[in-house]
């Protein structure tokens, strides 16, 4: 281990940024999290999914903005945010009534959908 180039003092300075900016907006509980290279992410799983499906929402509005053809209507905007609600309500749901939690895979699952229509709404509901 020895041999293994260490990161300066900005890398570290970096990821502490980095880590103490994801402590504000999450609970950052490690068996919650998942693991990239043997380090855990700055955000839980259900934080990393929301980001990712805000970004992956992102990627796909810029490709077919040309064919959007307007904002959502009012009710449709309600019933989006509730149907991507819905699976994090069920998982807390399910985790407070059974005492066991689901797996990272699903928490990221649910956040995944409430990211892209969260993301949706704002990029094609901006009045």
């Given at each position: 281990m020895a041999t293994l180039a260490q990161p300066g003092i900005p890398a570290y300075l970096f990821a502490l940024s980095v880590y103490a900016a994801g402590g504000v907006v999450c609970h950052?509980?490690?068996d919650r999290s998942f693991l990239l290279w043997g380090h855990q992410l700055p955000?839980?799983?259900r934080c990393t999914g929301i980001y990712a499906g805000a970004a992956a929402a992102a990627?796909?509005?810029?490709v077919a903005r040309r064919f959007a053809r307007g904002a959502f209507a009012k009710e449709t905007r309600l019933?989006?945010?509730?149907?991507?609600?819905?699976?994090?309500?069920?998982?807390?749901?399910?985790?407070?009534t059974s005492g066991a939690?689901?797996?990272?895979?699903?928490r990221a699952a649910a956040g995944f959908a409430l990211g892209a229509v969260v993301a949706l709404l704002?990029?094609?509901d901006v009045d």
């Open positions: 950052q509980l490690p955000v839980c799983a990627l796909v509005a810029h019933w989006m945010l509730v149907g991507a609600a819905f699976p994090n309500a069920a998982t807390l749901a399910y985790e407070w939690a689901p797996s990272n895979g699903i704002l990029i094609y």
